[in-house]
Protein backbone atom coordinates (compact mmCIF):
# COMPACT_ATOMS: atom_id res chain seq x y z
CA UNK A 1 0.00 0.00 0.00
CA UNK A 2 1.26 3.27 -1.12
CA UNK A 3 1.75 5.80 1.64
CA UNK A 4 1.54 9.35 0.67
CA UNK A 5 4.52 11.80 2.00
CA UNK A 6 4.53 15.14 3.38
CA UNK A 7 5.96 16.30 0.03
CA UNK A 8 3.68 14.58 -2.16
CA UNK A 9 0.62 16.17 0.04
CA UNK A 10 2.08 19.69 -0.32
CA UNK A 11 2.72 19.24 -3.54
CA UNK A 12 -1.50 18.51 -4.37
CA UNK A 13 -2.62 21.43 -2.34
CA UNK A 14 -0.75 23.38 -4.40
CA UNK A 15 -2.63 22.62 -7.25
CA UNK A 16 -5.56 22.92 -5.68
CA UNK A 17 -4.87 26.17 -4.70
CA UNK A 18 -3.74 26.78 -7.92
CA UNK A 19 -6.87 25.46 -9.89
CA UNK A 20 -8.98 27.95 -7.71
CA UNK A 21 -7.13 31.11 -8.23
CA UNK A 22 -7.84 34.51 -9.35
CA UNK A 23 -7.17 34.11 -13.51
CA UNK A 24 -6.73 38.02 -13.73
CA UNK A 25 -4.57 40.75 -11.75
CA UNK A 26 -6.46 41.39 -8.54
CA UNK A 27 -7.53 45.22 -9.12
CA UNK A 28 -8.04 47.61 -6.03
CA UNK A 29 -11.82 48.31 -4.63
CA UNK A 30 -13.37 51.12 -7.27
CA UNK A 31 -15.54 52.43 -4.18
CA UNK A 32 -16.08 52.58 -0.52
CA UNK A 33 -17.68 50.19 2.04
CA UNK A 34 -21.51 51.31 2.36
CA UNK A 35 -21.44 53.36 -0.95
CA UNK A 36 -23.17 51.04 -2.92
CA UNK A 37 -23.18 50.89 -6.48
CA UNK A 38 -23.78 52.78 -9.85
CA UNK A 39 -24.27 51.14 -13.18
CA UNK A 40 -25.06 51.52 -16.63
CA UNK A 41 -28.35 49.76 -18.11
CA UNK A 42 -29.39 49.47 -21.94
CA UNK A 43 -32.69 49.05 -22.61
CA UNK A 44 -33.84 48.07 -26.12
CA UNK A 45 -37.36 50.06 -26.87
CA UNK A 46 -40.39 48.72 -28.75
CA UNK A 47 -39.03 50.53 -32.08
CA UNK A 48 -35.60 49.25 -31.59
CA UNK A 49 -34.06 52.35 -30.49
CA UNK A 50 -31.99 51.87 -27.69
CA UNK A 51 -32.15 53.64 -24.30
CA UNK A 52 -29.13 54.06 -21.75
CA UNK A 53 -29.57 54.93 -17.98
CA UNK A 54 -27.61 54.95 -15.40
CA UNK A 55 -29.11 52.83 -11.96
CA UNK A 56 -27.94 53.52 -8.47
CA UNK A 57 -27.94 50.63 -5.85
CA UNK A 58 -27.01 50.19 -2.15
CA UNK A 59 -28.30 47.69 0.69
CA UNK A 60 -29.83 48.14 4.00
CA UNK A 61 -29.77 45.69 6.58
CA UNK A 62 -33.13 45.71 8.85
CA UNK A 63 -33.64 45.57 12.40
CA UNK A 64 -35.25 42.40 11.52
CA UNK A 65 -32.60 40.77 10.03
CA UNK A 66 -33.91 41.36 6.44
CA UNK A 67 -31.60 42.90 3.97
CA UNK A 68 -33.23 45.66 1.92
CA UNK A 69 -31.73 46.95 -1.46
CA UNK A 70 -32.98 50.45 -2.86
CA UNK A 71 -32.92 51.10 -6.04
CA UNK A 72 -33.22 54.28 -8.46
CA UNK A 73 -32.43 55.30 -11.77
CA UNK A 74 -32.09 58.32 -14.03
CA UNK A 75 -30.40 59.78 -16.71
CA UNK A 76 -26.94 60.58 -15.28
CA UNK A 77 -25.58 58.53 -12.15
CA UNK A 78 -25.22 62.04 -10.01
CA UNK A 79 -29.11 62.38 -10.59
CA UNK A 80 -29.71 58.57 -9.65
CA UNK A 81 -27.42 58.54 -6.41
CA UNK A 82 -29.63 61.37 -5.59
CA UNK A 83 -33.03 60.10 -6.04
CA UNK A 84 -31.81 57.09 -4.16
CA UNK A 85 -30.23 58.37 -0.80
CA UNK A 86 -33.68 59.91 0.19
CA UNK A 87 -35.53 56.55 -0.37
CA UNK A 88 -32.72 55.06 1.98
CA UNK A 89 -32.93 57.85 4.29
CA UNK A 90 -36.89 57.30 4.97
CA UNK A 91 -36.37 54.03 4.93
CA UNK A 92 -34.38 54.19 8.00
CA UNK A 93 -36.57 56.60 9.90
CA UNK A 94 -39.42 54.34 9.07
CA UNK A 95 -37.74 51.73 10.90
CA UNK A 96 -36.49 53.61 13.39
CA UNK A 97 -32.98 53.99 12.55
CA UNK A 98 -32.84 57.56 12.08
CA UNK A 99 -35.06 60.22 13.96
CA UNK A 100 -38.16 61.45 12.25
CA UNK A 101 -36.31 65.21 12.18
CA UNK A 102 -33.53 63.63 9.77
CA UNK A 103 -35.19 64.21 6.81
CA UNK A 104 -35.45 66.93 5.15
CA UNK A 105 -38.61 69.25 4.73
CA UNK A 106 -40.29 69.02 1.03
CA UNK A 107 -38.94 72.18 -0.73
CA UNK A 108 -42.19 73.20 -1.74
CA UNK A 109 -43.57 73.17 1.55
CA UNK A 110 -41.17 74.07 3.93
CA UNK A 111 -41.99 77.50 3.81
CA UNK A 112 -46.13 77.42 4.10
CA UNK A 113 -47.14 79.00 7.36
CA UNK A 114 -50.11 78.93 9.87
CA UNK A 115 -51.30 82.25 7.78
CA UNK A 116 -51.46 80.77 4.96
CA UNK A 117 -52.97 77.30 5.58
CA UNK A 118 -55.66 79.34 7.04
CA UNK A 119 -56.34 81.78 4.19
CA UNK A 120 -56.41 78.93 1.86
CA UNK A 121 -58.92 77.02 4.08
CA UNK A 122 -61.16 80.71 4.48
CA UNK A 123 -60.62 80.95 0.50
CA UNK A 124 -62.32 77.55 0.10
CA UNK A 125 -65.24 77.97 2.76
CA UNK A 126 -66.44 81.16 0.55
CA UNK A 127 -66.99 78.81 -1.53
CA UNK A 128 -69.40 76.91 -0.25
CA UNK A 129 -73.18 77.30 1.02
CA UNK A 130 -72.22 78.68 3.91
CA UNK A 131 -74.31 81.96 5.80
CA UNK A 132 -72.20 85.28 5.24
CA UNK A 133 -72.40 85.15 9.47
CA UNK A 134 -70.64 81.83 9.44
CA UNK A 135 -67.95 82.99 7.46
CA UNK A 136 -67.87 86.51 9.24
CA UNK A 137 -67.30 84.29 12.80
CA UNK A 138 -64.59 82.15 10.97
CA UNK A 139 -62.62 85.25 9.40
CA UNK A 140 -62.86 87.44 12.85
CA UNK A 141 -61.48 83.63 14.87
CA UNK A 142 -58.36 83.99 12.37
CA UNK A 143 -57.56 87.63 12.26
CA UNK A 144 -58.44 88.55 16.43
CA UNK A 145 -56.62 84.83 17.33
CA UNK A 146 -55.22 82.76 15.42
CA UNK A 147 -52.98 85.03 13.16
CA UNK A 148 -51.47 87.23 15.79
CA UNK A 149 -50.43 83.65 17.56
CA UNK A 150 -49.39 81.67 14.79
CA UNK A 151 -49.57 83.39 11.48
CA UNK A 152 -45.65 83.14 11.06
CA UNK A 153 -44.78 80.04 12.36
CA UNK A 154 -44.30 76.83 9.25
CA UNK A 155 -47.09 74.89 9.69
CA UNK A 156 -45.07 72.06 9.55
CA UNK A 157 -43.40 73.60 12.97
CA UNK A 158 -46.95 73.99 14.74
CA UNK A 159 -46.35 71.86 18.00
CA UNK A 160 -49.32 70.60 20.38
CA UNK A 161 -47.73 71.74 23.08
CA UNK A 162 -47.94 75.14 22.06
CA UNK A 163 -51.49 74.46 21.16
CA UNK A 164 -51.88 72.98 24.37
CA UNK A 165 -50.83 76.30 26.14
CA UNK A 166 -52.56 78.57 23.74
CA UNK A 167 -56.43 76.87 24.18
CA UNK A 168 -56.16 76.58 27.77
CA UNK A 169 -53.84 79.28 29.42
CA UNK A 170 -53.80 81.95 26.66
CA UNK A 171 -57.41 82.76 25.10
CA UNK A 172 -58.70 82.31 28.92
CA UNK A 173 -56.12 84.95 29.61
CA UNK A 174 -57.63 87.64 27.36
CA UNK A 175 -61.28 87.08 28.88
CA UNK A 176 -62.68 84.97 26.18
CA UNK A 177 -65.69 82.77 26.83
CA UNK A 178 -65.94 78.78 26.57
CA UNK A 179 -68.18 79.22 23.17
CA UNK A 180 -65.60 81.80 21.97
CA UNK A 181 -62.54 79.09 22.30
CA UNK A 182 -64.30 76.80 20.89
CA UNK A 183 -64.99 78.29 17.61
CA UNK A 184 -61.30 79.33 17.72
CA UNK A 185 -60.67 75.45 18.36
CA UNK A 186 -62.54 74.37 14.99
CA UNK A 187 -61.25 77.07 13.24
CA UNK A 188 -57.85 75.90 13.54
CA UNK A 189 -58.71 72.44 13.52
CA UNK A 190 -60.46 72.61 10.22
CA UNK A 191 -57.92 74.49 8.67
CA UNK A 192 -55.22 72.07 9.66
CA UNK A 193 -57.87 68.86 8.04
CA UNK A 194 -57.78 71.03 4.89
CA UNK A 195 -53.56 70.93 4.80
CA UNK A 196 -54.15 66.94 5.60
CA UNK A 197 -56.09 66.14 3.14
CA UNK A 198 -54.43 68.08 0.08
CA UNK A 199 -50.82 66.47 1.40
CA UNK A 200 -49.62 69.34 2.52
CA UNK A 201 -49.12 68.23 6.19
CA UNK A 202 -48.50 64.90 7.46
CA UNK A 203 -48.70 65.06 10.82
CA UNK A 204 -51.64 66.67 12.65
CA UNK A 205 -50.19 68.71 15.80
CA UNK A 206 -53.72 69.02 16.98
CA UNK A 207 -54.39 65.29 17.43
CA UNK A 208 -55.58 64.38 21.09
CA UNK A 209 -55.67 67.96 21.88
CA UNK A 210 -59.89 68.36 23.05
CA UNK A 211 -61.84 71.58 22.96
CA UNK A 212 -62.95 73.10 26.42
CA UNK A 213 -65.93 71.67 27.55
CA UNK A 214 -68.96 73.86 26.53
CA UNK A 215 -70.68 75.56 29.24
CA UNK A 216 -73.47 73.59 30.74
CA UNK A 217 -76.58 75.04 32.54
CA UNK A 218 -76.19 74.33 36.74
CA UNK A 219 -79.48 72.81 39.10
CA UNK A 220 -80.12 76.25 39.69
CA UNK A 221 -80.28 77.50 36.25
CA UNK A 222 -82.56 75.28 35.64
CA UNK A 223 -84.71 76.27 38.35
CA UNK A 224 -85.07 79.97 37.30
CA UNK A 225 -85.82 78.96 33.98
CA UNK A 226 -88.82 76.33 35.17
CA UNK A 227 -89.50 79.07 37.74
CA UNK A 228 -89.81 81.90 34.96
CA UNK A 229 -91.77 79.66 32.77
CA UNK A 230 -94.59 79.73 34.72
CA UNK A 231 -95.31 83.67 34.94
CA UNK A 232 -93.41 85.02 32.37
CA UNK A 233 -95.59 85.25 29.51
CA UNK A 234 -98.24 87.07 31.27
CA UNK A 235 -96.16 89.93 33.17
CA UNK A 236 -94.09 90.17 29.18
CA UNK A 237 -97.23 90.35 27.48
CA UNK A 238 -98.96 93.04 29.89
CA UNK A 239 -95.35 95.38 29.28
CA UNK A 240 -95.51 94.63 25.82
CA UNK A 241 -98.93 95.73 24.94
CA UNK A 242 -98.16 99.24 26.51
CA UNK A 243 -95.56 99.93 23.90
CA UNK A 244 -97.31 98.14 21.11
CA UNK A 245 -95.13 95.46 20.97
CA UNK A 246 -97.19 92.60 21.95
CA UNK A 247 -97.01 91.15 18.63
CA UNK A 248 -93.06 90.84 18.39
CA UNK A 249 -92.81 89.25 22.13
CA UNK A 250 -95.34 86.73 21.57
CA UNK A 251 -94.14 85.07 18.85
CA UNK A 252 -90.82 85.37 20.98
CA UNK A 253 -92.68 83.12 23.65
CA UNK A 254 -93.60 80.88 20.98
CA UNK A 255 -90.09 79.79 20.87
CA UNK A 256 -89.43 81.74 17.39
CA UNK A 257 -85.32 82.70 16.56
CA UNK A 258 -84.71 86.27 16.58
CA UNK A 259 -83.85 86.00 13.48
CA UNK A 260 -87.08 84.41 12.33
CA UNK A 261 -89.14 86.71 14.00
CA UNK A 262 -87.57 89.72 12.63
CA UNK A 263 -87.39 88.36 9.15
CA UNK A 264 -91.36 87.46 9.04
CA UNK A 265 -93.63 89.36 6.28
CA UNK A 266 -96.92 89.87 5.63
CA UNK A 267 -97.72 85.79 3.76
CA UNK A 268 -96.06 84.67 6.98
CA UNK A 269 -99.14 85.14 8.40
CA UNK A 270 -101.77 82.47 6.62
CA UNK A 271 -105.52 82.34 7.69
CA UNK A 272 -107.13 80.54 5.01
CA UNK A 273 -109.18 77.69 5.47
CA UNK A 274 -109.16 78.29 9.34
CA UNK A 275 -111.92 75.90 9.78
CA UNK A 276 -110.03 72.81 8.17
CA UNK A 277 -106.24 74.16 8.89
CA UNK A 278 -106.75 76.74 11.87
CA UNK A 279 -104.74 80.37 11.70
CA UNK A 280 -100.90 79.62 11.13
CA UNK A 281 -97.77 81.52 11.76
CA UNK A 282 -95.36 80.56 8.85
CA UNK A 283 -91.88 80.33 9.60
CA UNK A 284 -89.75 79.71 6.19
CA UNK A 285 -86.97 82.50 6.32
CA UNK A 286 -84.74 84.64 8.63
CA UNK A 287 -83.29 88.40 8.53
CA UNK A 288 -79.25 88.22 8.56
CA UNK A 289 -77.27 91.37 8.60
CA UNK A 290 -74.49 90.73 5.22
CA UNK A 291 -71.33 92.57 6.05
CA UNK A 292 -68.89 94.25 3.14
CA UNK A 293 -65.89 92.37 2.98
CA UNK A 294 -62.27 94.51 2.83
CA UNK A 295 -60.88 93.89 -0.41
CA UNK A 296 -57.30 95.05 0.40
CA UNK A 297 -54.71 92.24 2.06
CA UNK A 298 -54.75 90.76 5.71
CA UNK A 299 -51.35 90.60 6.84
CA UNK A 300 -50.98 87.11 7.82
CA UNK A 301 -48.70 87.69 10.91
CA UNK A 302 -50.97 90.36 12.61
CA UNK A 303 -54.34 89.65 11.30
CA UNK A 304 -54.71 93.32 10.16
CA UNK A 305 -56.12 95.21 7.15
CA UNK A 306 -53.70 97.06 5.26
CA UNK A 307 -55.75 99.60 4.55
CA UNK A 308 -56.45 99.87 9.02
CA UNK A 309 -60.34 100.64 8.43
CA UNK A 310 -63.37 98.47 8.89
CA UNK A 311 -64.71 96.93 6.39
CA UNK A 312 -67.11 99.60 5.82
CA UNK A 313 -64.57 101.96 4.56
CA UNK A 314 -62.29 100.04 3.00
CA UNK A 315 -61.25 101.75 -0.38
CA UNK A 316 -61.26 98.20 -1.93
CA UNK A 317 -64.24 96.89 -0.18
CA UNK A 318 -66.55 94.07 -1.69
CA UNK A 319 -70.18 94.72 -1.53
CA UNK A 320 -72.46 96.54 0.55
CA UNK A 321 -73.31 96.20 4.41
CA UNK A 322 -76.94 95.05 3.86
CA UNK A 323 -79.70 93.17 5.15
CA UNK A 324 -81.48 90.40 3.50
CA UNK A 325 -83.97 87.80 3.66
CA UNK A 326 -82.75 83.91 3.70
CA UNK A 327 -83.69 80.46 4.47
CA UNK A 328 -84.31 79.27 7.86
CA UNK A 329 -81.23 77.53 9.87
CA UNK A 330 -82.26 74.53 8.53
CA UNK A 331 -84.62 72.87 6.43
CA UNK A 332 -86.10 71.32 9.71
CA UNK A 333 -86.24 75.05 10.98
CA UNK A 334 -89.37 75.41 8.13
CA UNK A 335 -92.60 75.07 9.92
CA UNK A 336 -96.14 76.41 10.30
CA UNK A 337 -97.68 77.02 13.93
CA UNK A 338 -101.51 77.10 14.46
CA UNK A 339 -102.56 79.63 16.86
CA UNK A 340 -105.76 80.58 18.91
CA UNK A 341 -108.10 82.79 17.69
CA UNK A 342 -107.49 85.61 19.61
CA UNK A 343 -103.47 85.51 19.05
CA UNK A 344 -104.36 85.44 15.15
CA UNK A 345 -106.19 88.80 15.46
CA UNK A 346 -103.83 90.53 17.66
CA UNK A 347 -101.28 89.58 14.58
CA UNK A 348 -103.43 90.30 11.89
CA UNK A 349 -104.17 94.31 13.37
CA UNK A 350 -100.40 94.18 13.68
CA UNK A 351 -100.02 93.68 10.25
CA UNK A 352 -102.48 96.08 9.42
CA UNK A 353 -100.93 98.51 11.26
CA UNK A 354 -98.08 97.90 9.42
CA UNK A 355 -99.33 98.22 5.84
CA UNK A 356 -100.61 101.49 6.70
CA UNK A 357 -97.16 102.73 7.56
CA UNK A 358 -95.71 101.82 4.38
CA UNK A 359 -98.03 104.40 2.53
CA UNK A 360 -96.71 107.12 4.75
CA UNK A 361 -94.03 109.03 3.62
CA UNK A 362 -91.71 108.66 5.76
CA UNK A 363 -91.21 104.86 4.96
CA UNK A 364 -88.05 103.91 3.52
CA UNK A 365 -87.43 100.18 3.78
CA UNK A 366 -84.48 99.08 2.86
CA UNK A 367 -83.86 97.78 -0.86
CA UNK A 368 -84.06 94.09 -0.89
CA UNK A 369 -86.38 91.24 -2.07
CA UNK A 370 -89.22 91.20 0.83
CA UNK A 371 -88.01 93.78 3.06
CA UNK A 372 -90.32 96.41 2.02
CA UNK A 373 -92.98 93.63 3.54
CA UNK A 374 -91.75 93.14 7.10
CA UNK A 375 -93.61 92.88 9.73
CA UNK A 376 -91.59 94.13 12.45
CA UNK A 377 -89.59 97.46 11.21
CA UNK A 378 -88.19 100.86 12.70
CA UNK A 379 -90.52 103.77 12.78
CA UNK A 380 -88.88 104.40 8.67
CA UNK A 381 -89.23 100.93 7.58
CA UNK A 382 -86.13 99.79 8.24
CA UNK A 383 -85.18 96.11 9.58
CA UNK A 384 -84.35 96.57 13.38
CA UNK A 385 -81.23 95.73 14.26
CA UNK A 386 -80.58 92.79 16.50
CA UNK A 387 -79.11 94.74 19.29
CA UNK A 388 -82.03 97.39 19.58
CA UNK A 389 -84.16 93.89 19.69
CA UNK A 390 -82.32 93.13 22.81
CA UNK A 391 -82.68 96.56 24.11
CA UNK A 392 -85.87 96.40 23.73
CA UNK A 393 -86.77 92.95 25.88
CA UNK A 394 -84.27 94.45 28.64
CA UNK A 395 -86.57 97.63 28.76
CA UNK A 396 -89.75 95.35 28.92
CA UNK A 397 -88.49 93.18 31.87
CA UNK A 398 -86.48 95.63 33.86
CA UNK A 399 -89.20 96.23 36.47
CA UNK A 400 -90.19 92.15 36.31
CA UNK A 401 -88.44 90.66 39.42
CA UNK A 402 -87.31 86.87 39.66
CA UNK A 403 -85.59 86.61 36.08
CA UNK A 404 -82.89 84.25 35.49
CA UNK A 405 -79.07 85.98 35.66
CA UNK A 406 -78.70 87.02 31.90
CA UNK A 407 -82.29 86.67 30.50
CA UNK A 408 -81.65 87.30 26.47
CA UNK A 409 -83.68 87.10 23.71
CA UNK A 410 -82.75 83.43 23.15
CA UNK A 411 -83.54 82.62 27.00
CA UNK A 412 -87.42 83.16 25.94
CA UNK A 413 -86.68 79.89 23.73
CA UNK A 414 -85.77 78.09 26.13
CA UNK A 415 -88.76 79.26 28.51
CA UNK A 416 -90.94 78.22 25.35
CA UNK A 417 -89.24 75.01 25.57
CA UNK A 418 -89.67 74.03 29.18
CA UNK A 419 -93.64 75.04 29.20
CA UNK A 420 -94.81 72.84 26.50
CA UNK A 421 -92.54 69.77 27.79
CA UNK A 422 -94.12 70.55 31.67
CA UNK A 423 -97.25 70.75 29.39
CA UNK A 424 -96.90 67.34 28.18
CA UNK A 425 -95.62 68.30 24.53
CA UNK A 426 -94.54 64.87 23.19
CA UNK A 427 -90.96 64.48 21.37
CA UNK A 428 -92.83 64.91 17.73
CA UNK A 429 -94.54 67.95 19.07
CA UNK A 430 -91.50 70.17 20.37
CA UNK A 431 -89.79 68.86 16.69
CA UNK A 432 -93.04 70.77 15.01
CA UNK A 433 -93.14 73.61 16.85
CA UNK A 434 -89.29 74.47 17.82
CA UNK A 435 -88.16 73.28 14.06
CA UNK A 436 -85.10 71.01 15.46
CA UNK A 437 -84.04 68.13 13.09
CA UNK A 438 -85.42 64.75 14.19
CA UNK A 439 -82.00 63.30 14.62
CA UNK A 440 -80.90 65.69 17.04
CA UNK A 441 -84.23 66.21 19.17
CA UNK A 442 -82.95 64.19 22.13
CA UNK A 443 -80.10 65.89 22.21
CA UNK A 444 -81.94 69.45 21.80
CA UNK A 445 -84.52 68.32 24.53
CA UNK A 446 -81.83 67.75 26.98
CA UNK A 447 -79.86 71.22 26.29
CA UNK A 448 -82.65 73.23 26.12
CA UNK A 449 -85.52 71.95 28.68
CA UNK A 450 -85.51 72.68 32.25
CA UNK A 451 -88.99 70.80 32.68
CA UNK A 452 -90.30 69.26 35.81
CA UNK A 453 -89.51 65.32 34.85
CA UNK A 454 -90.72 64.98 38.53
CA UNK A 455 -94.38 66.90 37.45
CA UNK A 456 -94.49 64.63 34.14
CA UNK A 457 -93.81 61.13 36.57
CA UNK A 458 -95.89 62.11 39.03
CA UNK A 459 -98.90 59.65 38.19
CA UNK A 460 -96.48 57.15 38.15
CA UNK A 461 -94.60 58.03 41.09
CA UNK A 462 -97.99 58.52 43.10
CA UNK A 463 -99.74 55.58 42.04
CA UNK A 464 -96.25 53.29 43.18
CA UNK A 465 -96.04 54.78 46.66
CA UNK A 466 -100.18 54.85 47.06
CA UNK A 467 -99.62 51.11 47.23
CA UNK A 468 -98.00 51.25 50.51
CA UNK A 469 -100.73 52.62 52.09
CA UNK A 470 -103.66 51.58 51.05
CA UNK A 471 -106.89 50.62 53.32
CA UNK A 472 -106.56 48.04 55.92
CA UNK A 473 -109.24 45.17 55.32
Given amino acids: MYEFREDDIEQMAALE ?75 KVAWGLEPPEALPPDSKLAYLTVGDCLSDWLAERRTEDLTQNTIHMYDARIRNHLLPAFGETPVRLLS ?109 LDGARPKERGRRVVIEQQLQRVS ?42 YREIVIPEDAWQMLVAHRKRQQEGRKLAAFHPEPGEGLDRLLFTREDGKPIYAQRDRQA ?44 SPKNADAQIATYSSADVALRASGTSTGYVESFFSPKV
Avoid at 58 to 63: E, Q, T, V, Y
Fill in 17 to 91: RKKHARKTPHKPKSREDGEGTVYLVSRKLQDGTERTYYRAAKGLRLPSGKHKRVVAQAATAAEAVEKRDPKILKL
Fill in 160 to 268: YGDLKVFFAESLPAKGLGTDSIRQTFITLKSALDFYIRDGKLTVHPMMGLKPPVKKRKTVEDTKAIRRTSKFLGKYLMAEARKTDQEARWFLGMLGMRQGEVLGMTDDC
Fill in 292 to 333: ARHGCEVNLSTGKHSCGRRSTHCPQKIGETRFVLQKTKTESG
Fill in 393 to 436: LDDLVASIKNLPEGLTVHTLRHIATTSLIDGKANRDDLIAMMGW
